[in-house]
């Protein structure tokens, strides 16, 4: 890490959503990979988002599946239960079930209900389906035109880690966004984090609430930088012209934690980035405060 970065000593601030991690197999991985593009998208931040969701970067190879294909985890998040149901059966039954040779597992570790997703979507087959067991899953065999789908018959929720972040502050826009598409190819390789926003990136960091509108959420403007000089509460450094957020879910603390840091450690090599720091609102908005300092004091 470049010494001349300066590290703030603060921390983000993140808080629990309900999550289901799922596990997506093909016949390669590439039509695993399309199937979890496709049903995380539009995705972004539950702001105005209909879910949160993303895909875990490293691929899961044959030998770690159920049923010996490649895979690919995908997580989405959601305020509570009944609304995160709904989605998981319409992106499953919208994005995985259409997309050839794919099949749908349960992957969520330690869950603390099961949802009847399997269930509901077995439907699809017009009581042609069949309930078997792969292993010691109970599957449902639904048929379509290509063969058959499998899908596990229930899929786990619980209470996981959302709002992950830290901000990359640089002396350009350049800069700065090679910075933070370092820390994403760093934080991609970490098992059980997901970044939710286009490319890992957000360019529109948000406050809680608005100061003129009747918006849940509204411009940082504290950290633009084009809103130095003209609000008294500006937050950019000198120099600083250009800075993106790196917003970030994790299944635990710990993952986030360790996304934290090695996503920090690498934006603080390129050069033109001046400053990390993070954003919070005093404890506000999340119980889960991520210390930029502590994390990178983990990593040795």
């Not at 702001?47 to 875990?56: T, W």
């Not at 992957?107 to 997703?117: D, E, Q, S, T």
């Not at 640089?170 to 994403?184: F, I, P, T």
């Not at 990136?201 to 003129?212: F, H, L």
Request: positive net charge.
């Amino acid at each position: 890490m470049a010494s001349k970065v300066e590290i703030e000593d603060t921390f983000a601030e993140a808080f629990p959503m309900l999550a289901s991690r799922i596990l997506i197999t093909a016949a390669n991985e590439e039509w695993a990979r399309i199937a979890a593009r496709t049903a995380t998208g539009f995705a972004s931040s539950i702001i105005m988002s209909p879910a949160e969701a993303g895909v875990e970067g490293p691929l899961v190879p044959p030998e770690k599946t159920p049923d010996g294909r490649p895979g690919v985890y995908i997580q989405i998040y959601h305020r509570t239960g009944h609304e995160l149901k709904a989605q998981l059966i319409s992106r499953i039954g919208q994005c995985i079930l259409t997309c050839p040779t794919t099949a749908a597992f349960d992957a969520m570790p330690h869950p603390r209900k099961m949802l009847r997703i399997g269930a509901s979507i077995r439907m699809f087959g017009d009581g042609y389906e069949k309930k078997d067991k792969l292993g010691d899953r109970t599957i449902w065999r639904i048929p379509v035109m290509e063969g058959e789908f499998i899908i596990e018959h229930k899929f786990g929720i619980r209470r996981c880690v959302a709002g992950g972040n830290f901000l990359v502050m640089a002396e350009d826009q350049a800069s700065a966004l090679k910075g933070a598409m370092q820390a994403v190819k760093a934080m991609e390789k970490i098992e059980g984090v997901v970044l939710t926003f286009p490319g890992g990136i957000c360019r529109s960091g948000s406050k809680v609430g608005s100061m003129k509108y009747k918006l849940p959420a509204s411009t940082n403007h504290p950290f633009c930088p084009v809103l130095k000089g003209v609000v008294p509460d500006s937050k950019v450094p000198d120099g600083v012209k250009s800075i993106y957020e790196i917003v970030f879910n994790g299944i635990t603390t710990e993952v986030v934690k360790k996304a934290t840091a090695v996503g920090v450690r690498a934006a603080a090599e390129v050069e033109g980035v001046k400053k990390i720091s993070a954003v919070n609102f005093g404890g506000k908005l999340g119980p889960f405060q991520i210390s930029l300092k502590e994390a990178l004091e983990s990593l040795k």
